[in-house]
């Protein structure tokens, strides 16, 4: 945990440890959380700026066949838009506490979104790279970005709601 207050994430280079990084998605559905994963990601932090993207055809969730559908023009049409991306216009650290700024693109259309969370001190690990992890969190509504399918249940609610929460969970090892 940090000790000091500052203003900006670390400089230099940084590039994702895609082993230990995690990217995933969780949706209101019915009458509990459906929850995936997007698989791989790429990620740099280069001299404060965070950079990320991921493959819509790597989504992943519990149910291959929802998967495809998930690909399918009715969610992300991954044959028209095959890469969701994220880049970072700014970020405030206070202690271990983080505030990026950016902007998320999803189906091709890009909206501001605000990320939330946490970043360590860096560590060196026992092969002698430095690393940082940084914890993102967001909540995003689906419908801004052209995901709209959704199906009315017998009492006229949909089924899936709108509010989808993303999370990065990423660690960074200095290039």
Known sequence: MATATTTELPTGTWNL???????????????????????PVSATLVDGVLRGSAP????????????????SPE???????????????????????????GELTLKGITKPVELTG????????????????LTLETTVDRTDF????????????PALKNEVTLTADLYLVKA
Request: hydrophobic share 40%.
């Open 118 to 133: 946490t970043v360590t001190e860096p560590i060196e690990d026992a092969f002698g790279q430095t690393r940082i992890g």
């Open 56 to 71: 819509v055809a790597g989504i992943k969730v519990q149910d291959e066949d929802l998967e495809a559908h998930l690909r």
């Open 146 to 157: 052209d995901l709209n399918w959704n199906v009315p249940l017998p009492s006229g609610e």
């Open 75 to 101: 969610f992300f049409d991954a044959e028209r838009t095959p890469e969701i991306t994220f880049t970072a216009s700014g970020a405030t650290v206070a202690g271990d506490k983080v505030v990026v700024d």
């Open 17 to 39: 440890d895609p082993v230990h990084s995690h990217v995933e998605f969780a949706v209101p559905y019915l009458i509990g959380t459906f929850r995936g994963s997007f698989s």
